[in-house]
Protein backbone atom coordinates (compact mmCIF):
# COMPACT_ATOMS: atom_id res chain seq x y z
CA UNK A 1 0.00 0.00 0.00
CA UNK A 2 1.20 3.37 -0.90
CA UNK A 3 2.65 5.49 2.13
CA UNK A 4 0.89 8.45 3.86
CA UNK A 5 1.83 11.45 5.42
CA UNK A 6 0.07 11.03 9.01
CA UNK A 7 -2.59 13.93 9.63
CA UNK A 8 -0.98 14.57 13.37
CA UNK A 9 2.93 14.47 13.31
CA UNK A 10 3.14 14.75 9.33
CA UNK A 11 5.81 12.01 9.19
CA UNK A 12 5.29 9.34 6.12
CA UNK A 13 4.15 5.78 6.89
CA UNK A 14 2.69 2.54 5.61
CA UNK A 15 -0.91 2.32 6.16
CA UNK A 16 -2.85 -1.19 7.19
CA UNK A 17 -5.56 0.05 4.94
CA UNK A 18 -6.96 2.55 2.92
CA UNK A 19 -8.88 4.71 5.46
CA UNK A 20 -5.67 4.86 8.05
CA UNK A 21 -4.79 8.71 8.72
CA UNK A 22 -2.86 8.36 11.24
CA UNK A 23 0.64 6.42 11.98
CA UNK A 24 -0.26 4.72 15.59
CA UNK A 25 -2.06 4.39 18.10
CA UNK A 26 0.08 7.64 20.08
CA UNK A 27 -0.81 9.66 17.05
CA UNK A 28 -4.44 8.75 17.22
CA UNK A 29 -4.60 9.37 20.88
CA UNK A 30 -3.08 12.88 20.74
CA UNK A 31 -5.87 13.76 17.31
CA UNK A 32 -8.56 12.38 18.90
CA UNK A 33 -7.85 14.66 22.30
CA UNK A 34 -7.13 17.36 19.60
CA UNK A 35 -10.65 17.11 18.52
CA UNK A 36 -12.22 17.02 21.83
CA UNK A 37 -10.41 20.37 23.43
CA UNK A 38 -11.71 22.11 20.02
CA UNK A 39 -15.36 20.64 20.23
CA UNK A 40 -15.19 21.89 23.43
CA UNK A 41 -14.19 25.38 22.70
CA UNK A 42 -16.60 25.94 20.23
CA UNK A 43 -19.91 24.66 22.42
CA UNK A 44 -18.39 27.20 25.36
CA UNK A 45 -17.93 29.77 22.46
CA UNK A 46 -21.34 29.45 21.36
CA UNK A 47 -22.68 29.55 24.52
CA UNK A 48 -21.07 32.25 25.38
CA UNK A 49 -22.30 34.29 21.87
CA UNK A 50 -25.93 32.51 23.04
CA UNK A 51 -25.90 34.88 26.68
CA UNK A 52 -24.53 37.49 25.43
CA UNK A 53 -26.93 41.14 26.05
CA UNK A 54 -27.12 43.34 23.87
CA UNK A 55 -25.24 45.17 26.22
CA UNK A 56 -22.30 42.79 25.72
CA UNK A 57 -22.67 43.21 21.87
CA UNK A 58 -21.86 47.25 21.85
CA UNK A 59 -19.03 46.40 24.21
CA UNK A 60 -17.68 44.43 21.10
CA UNK A 61 -18.38 47.10 18.50
CA UNK A 62 -17.00 49.65 21.01
CA UNK A 63 -13.57 47.97 21.18
CA UNK A 64 -13.16 47.83 17.38
CA UNK A 65 -14.41 51.21 17.08
CA UNK A 66 -11.82 52.36 19.90
CA UNK A 67 -8.79 50.70 17.92
CA UNK A 68 -10.00 52.48 14.69
CA UNK A 69 -10.05 55.71 16.38
CA UNK A 70 -6.47 54.68 18.07
CA UNK A 71 -5.21 54.00 14.85
CA UNK A 72 -6.56 56.83 12.97
CA UNK A 73 -4.90 59.08 15.34
CA UNK A 74 -1.93 56.87 16.25
CA UNK A 75 1.33 58.98 16.90
CA UNK A 76 -0.78 62.53 17.22
CA UNK A 77 -0.77 64.02 20.98
CA UNK A 78 -3.65 63.89 23.56
CA UNK A 79 -6.77 65.95 21.28
CA UNK A 80 -7.42 67.51 25.16
CA UNK A 81 -3.96 68.23 26.88
CA UNK A 82 -1.37 68.71 23.74
CA UNK A 83 0.83 65.94 25.27
CA UNK A 84 2.93 63.87 23.23
CA UNK A 85 2.10 60.52 22.17
CA UNK A 86 2.53 57.90 24.36
CA UNK A 87 1.81 53.89 23.84
CA UNK A 88 -1.30 53.94 26.21
CA UNK A 89 -3.03 56.47 24.92
CA UNK A 90 -6.49 55.71 24.56
CA UNK A 91 -9.72 56.34 22.52
CA UNK A 92 -11.25 59.40 24.33
CA UNK A 93 -14.90 60.72 23.98
CA UNK A 94 -15.87 63.86 23.17
CA UNK A 95 -19.15 63.50 24.08
CA UNK A 96 -19.26 60.41 26.76
CA UNK A 97 -21.34 57.86 26.44
CA UNK A 98 -23.13 57.98 29.26
CA UNK A 99 -25.25 61.17 28.07
CA UNK A 100 -24.56 60.77 24.24
CA UNK A 101 -24.96 57.26 24.01
CA UNK A 102 -26.62 57.38 20.35
CA UNK A 103 -22.92 58.86 18.91
CA UNK A 104 -20.72 56.90 20.59
CA UNK A 105 -19.91 55.07 17.49
CA UNK A 106 -19.30 57.94 15.57
CA UNK A 107 -15.58 58.57 15.21
CA UNK A 108 -16.10 62.65 14.87
CA UNK A 109 -16.95 62.08 18.64
CA UNK A 110 -14.00 59.96 19.42
CA UNK A 111 -10.05 60.83 19.18
CA UNK A 112 -6.54 59.82 20.79
CA UNK A 113 -6.54 61.44 24.08
CA UNK A 114 -4.21 60.80 27.57
CA UNK A 115 -5.04 58.37 30.04
CA UNK A 116 -4.59 60.59 32.69
CA UNK A 117 -7.40 63.08 30.76
CA UNK A 118 -9.54 60.50 29.97
CA UNK A 119 -9.70 58.74 33.00
CA UNK A 120 -8.68 61.00 35.94
CA UNK A 121 -9.71 64.44 34.60
CA UNK A 122 -13.19 63.67 33.57
CA UNK A 123 -12.07 64.03 29.60
CA UNK A 124 -11.11 67.30 30.40
CA UNK A 125 -13.64 68.78 28.55
CA UNK A 126 -12.51 72.22 28.37
CA UNK A 127 -8.82 71.10 27.10
CA UNK A 128 -11.06 68.88 24.46
CA UNK A 129 -13.23 71.97 23.14
CA UNK A 130 -9.99 73.67 22.53
CA UNK A 131 -8.27 71.07 21.10
CA UNK A 132 -10.83 69.73 18.65
CA UNK A 133 -11.06 73.90 17.63
CA UNK A 134 -6.99 74.31 17.25
CA UNK A 135 -6.83 70.74 15.23
CA UNK A 136 -9.88 70.89 12.85
CA UNK A 137 -10.58 74.54 12.68
CA UNK A 138 -13.95 75.95 12.99
CA UNK A 139 -15.81 74.06 10.18
CA UNK A 140 -15.26 70.65 11.77
CA UNK A 141 -15.21 72.04 15.09
CA UNK A 142 -18.85 72.84 15.08
CA UNK A 143 -19.67 69.56 13.00
CA UNK A 144 -18.64 67.94 15.92
CA UNK A 145 -19.93 70.01 18.37
CA UNK A 146 -23.88 69.54 16.78
CA UNK A 147 -23.38 65.31 16.53
CA UNK A 148 -26.22 64.89 19.54
CA UNK A 149 -28.54 67.49 17.44
CA UNK A 150 -28.17 65.52 14.13
CA UNK A 151 -28.44 61.77 16.06
CA UNK A 152 -30.53 62.27 19.00
CA UNK A 153 -31.62 58.44 18.65
CA UNK A 154 -30.08 55.18 17.65
CA UNK A 155 -31.92 52.34 17.26
CA UNK A 156 -29.49 49.64 16.31
CA UNK A 157 -31.01 46.15 16.88
CA UNK A 158 -28.51 43.00 17.60
CA UNK A 159 -28.00 41.56 13.91
CA UNK A 160 -27.00 45.88 12.94
CA UNK A 161 -24.53 45.53 15.65
CA UNK A 162 -23.01 42.08 14.87
CA UNK A 163 -22.78 43.26 10.88
CA UNK A 164 -21.29 46.70 12.52
CA UNK A 165 -18.87 44.43 14.89
CA UNK A 166 -17.57 42.27 11.67
CA UNK A 167 -17.02 46.00 9.70
CA UNK A 168 -15.28 47.24 12.27
CA UNK A 169 -13.25 44.10 12.78
CA UNK A 170 -12.35 44.20 9.18
CA UNK A 171 -11.28 47.90 8.98
CA UNK A 172 -8.96 47.53 12.02
CA UNK A 173 -7.14 44.61 10.54
CA UNK A 174 -6.64 46.86 7.45
CA UNK A 175 -5.52 49.68 9.21
CA UNK A 176 -1.52 50.11 9.96
CA UNK A 177 -0.47 51.95 13.25
CA UNK A 178 1.35 54.83 11.26
CA UNK A 179 1.88 58.83 11.23
CA UNK A 180 -1.15 60.34 8.93
CA UNK A 181 -1.12 63.68 8.20
CA UNK A 182 -4.68 65.79 9.67
CA UNK A 183 -6.18 65.46 5.46
CA UNK A 184 -5.73 61.47 5.69
CA UNK A 185 -7.20 61.55 9.49
CA UNK A 186 -10.37 63.40 8.20
CA UNK A 187 -10.72 61.23 4.96
CA UNK A 188 -10.38 57.88 7.12
CA UNK A 189 -13.14 59.61 9.48
CA UNK A 190 -15.46 60.34 6.85
CA UNK A 191 -14.44 56.71 5.21
CA UNK A 192 -15.20 54.22 7.92
CA UNK A 193 -17.78 56.09 8.77
CA UNK A 194 -19.82 55.49 5.88
CA UNK A 195 -18.36 51.50 6.14
CA UNK A 196 -19.48 50.94 9.49
CA UNK A 197 -23.25 52.25 8.43
CA UNK A 198 -24.68 53.41 11.83
CA UNK A 199 -24.65 57.51 11.03
Wanted: hydrophobic share 30%; proline share 3%; charged share 30%.
Amino acid sequence: MKAKKCKHCKKSFEPFNSMQQVCGFECASKAYHKRQSENKKAERLKLKESIKTLSDYKKDLQYHVNMIVRKIDFGQPCISSGRPYRDNDQAGHFYPTSTQGAIRFNLWNIHSQSVADNMYKSGNNQGYNKGLREVYGDEIYFFIVDLPLMYQDLKLTKEDIIEATKQASKINKSLTKQIRTLEQRIELRKKYNQLLNIY
